[in-house]
T-cell receptor, first 113, second 114 residues
Framework: AQKVTQAQTEISVVEKEDVTLDCVYE???????LFWYKQPPSGELVFLIR??????QNEISGRYSWNFQKSTSSFNFTITASQVVDSAVYFC??????????FGTGTRLQVTL | DAGVIQSPRHEVTEMGQEVTLRCKPI?????LFWYRQTMMRGLELLIY????????DSGMPEDRFSAKMPNASFSTLKIQPSEPRDSAVYFC????????????FGQGTRLTVV
């Protein structure tokens, strides 16, 4: 069985602060894939990133960065200099080579002025 | 390029009625997924099609739920008869690969069963 834990239910920050969203996963697969999705207030889920289990390099995309550490089974997401438009629910998800995508319970991020 | 299109966006129906949700995946994508999102259970995969064939329907809650994909550009999720506990947001998603490739989601159908 596989499991994704997002322990932070809700985070509130002031604009321009950096914020890290935690994701811890469990799987018995040796090959697996990790994802982050964003769900803004409008409701749709927006794909942010996909990483496979063999690629532990950190990734940066603009103000977004991801830290993948197999040793701690974590795939954390950092937003630098947060903006109000970053307010959303963020989901971490995991899929094995043949197993279905399992989502975490999500972290609601509120960025205020 | 159009994304995943779902209809209707909102549906309110009475308990016992049949409900049909529709989805048009992104052209060229060969996998289609139906998800349900509730406060209590979060995002759950209901069923997954690959090349129009149901691959994994283990998430379908019970026989009242059925899904079809008659061709590569259309899928339906039907609930008959509907119950209040079916109230949720139902998402359709498609991808160019299988379960471990990035999926693109529609805007969802908010179903309310009264």
């Amino acid at each position: 069985a596989q499991k994704v834990t997002q322990a932070q239910t809700e985070i509130s920050v002031v604009e321009k602060e950096d914020v890290t969203l935690d994701c811890v996963y469990e799987t018995r697969d040796t090959t697996y894939y990790l994802f982050w999705y964003k769900q803004p207030p409008s409701g749709e889920l927006v794909f942010l990133i996909r990483r496979n289990s063999f690629d532990e390099q950190n990734e940066i995309s603009g103000r977004y960065s991801w830290n993948f550490q197999k040793s701690t089974s974590s795939f954390n997401f950092t937003i630098t200099a947060s903006q109000v438009v970053d307010s959303a629910v963020y989901f971490c998800a995991l899929a094995g080579t043949a197993s279905k995508l399992t989502f975490g319970t999500g972290t609601r991020l509120q960025v205020t002025l | 390029d159009a994304g995943v299109i779902q209809s209707p966006r909102h549906e309110v129906t009475e308990m016992g009625q049949e409900v049909t949700l529709r989805c048009k995946p992104i052209s060229g994508h060969n996998s289609l997924f139906w998800y349900r999102q509730t406060m209590m259970r979060g995002l759950e995969l209901l069923i997954y099609f690959n090349n129009n064939v149901p691959i994994d329907d283990s998430g379908m809650p019970e026989d009242r739920f059925s899904a079809k994909m008659p061709n590569a550009s259309f899928s339906t999720l039907k609930i008959q008869p509907s119950e209040p506990r079916d109230s949720a947001v139902y998402f359709c998603a498609s991808s160019a690969g299988t379960v471990n490739t990035e999926a693109f989601f529609g805007q969802g159908t908010r179903l309310t069963v009264v």
